[in-house]
């Protein structure tokens, strides 16, 4: 088989003992032996793994601080925009998210989520993390925004990993288990939910948001005792 036709099906063969730096790669940078890869995969079709483990985040055009054109340059074992005249680096920081598992006896709050991604289906409630934030914070934060409740944050139960759109790693969702702090009343409904409740276990709404969602639920629901029917 001919060692384009490889590359072509499997993406590129790498060898990082044999490190090249070869103007038919259009990263220029690229730990890519380009003998068997086709320069294209470098950029084309984003199939270089260096420039793939940025890609996941937007990359600047400009330097955020001198307004300086950024070049593509091989920085901390990664190809990264930086500034060839003041010297920043752009570093694609994850992004933090926290969820909570809001138990109320046999009931747990879910919300359903006015905007995309999983528009019109059922999540557990949380958002993005602010810097300066801790997790605890931020989900105190998020409930009172989404629903207008107060909770104690107990445990850390899971880290799931968070994907954009088209399915690439972008950061971290953290799931916490919560309860009421006082009030049961859902009293607000936030920007980005439409819906918000509390559900028994034979309740739960079948359309959820996550594989997050779904699994925590399934879990929680694992531990509710049989109802006989017509309970
Ligand atoms: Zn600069």
């Given at each position: 088989m001919q060692p384009g036709a490889n590359s072509a099906r499997h993406g590129p063969v790498h060898h990082p003992s044999k490190h090249v730096r070869s103007p038919q790669c259009l990263t220029l940078w690229c730990a890519t032996n380009l003998k068997y890869t086709h320069p294209r995969y470098c950029l084309g079709n984003l199939q270089c793994f260096r420039y793939n483990n940025l890609s996941m985040a937007k990359r600047y055009r400009f330097c955020p601080f001198c307004a300086t054109t950024l070049v593509e340059a091989f920085r901390f074992e990664q190809v990264r925009p930086c500034c060839p005249s003041c010297g920043f680096v752009q570093f694609p920081d994850p992004k933090v998210a926290v969820i909570a598992l809001v138990i109320h006896q046999d009931h747990i709050l879910l919300v359903q989520r006015g905007v995309d991604p999983a528009k019109g289906r059922w999540a557990l409630p949380g958002g993005y993390m602010d810097a300066g934030e801790m997790p605890a914070n931020a989900l105190q934060r998020e409930l009172a925004e989404e629903v207008g409740l107060a909770v104690d944050v107990q445990d850390l139960i899971q880290i799931y990993p968070m994907n954009n759109g088209e399915g690439r790693r972008v950061g971290i969702v953290l799931a916490f288990t919560a309860s009421p702090?006082?009030?049961?009343?859902?009293d607000r409904i936030g920007d980005d939910v439409t819906d918000a409740g509390w559900f028994p276990p034979d309740a739960v709404p079948a359309d959820l948001a996550f594989e997050s969602t779904t699994t925590l639920i399934q879990a929680w629901l694992a531990q509710q005792p049989q109802r006989p029917d017509g309970d």
């Open positions: 702090a006082g009030d049961l009343a859902l």
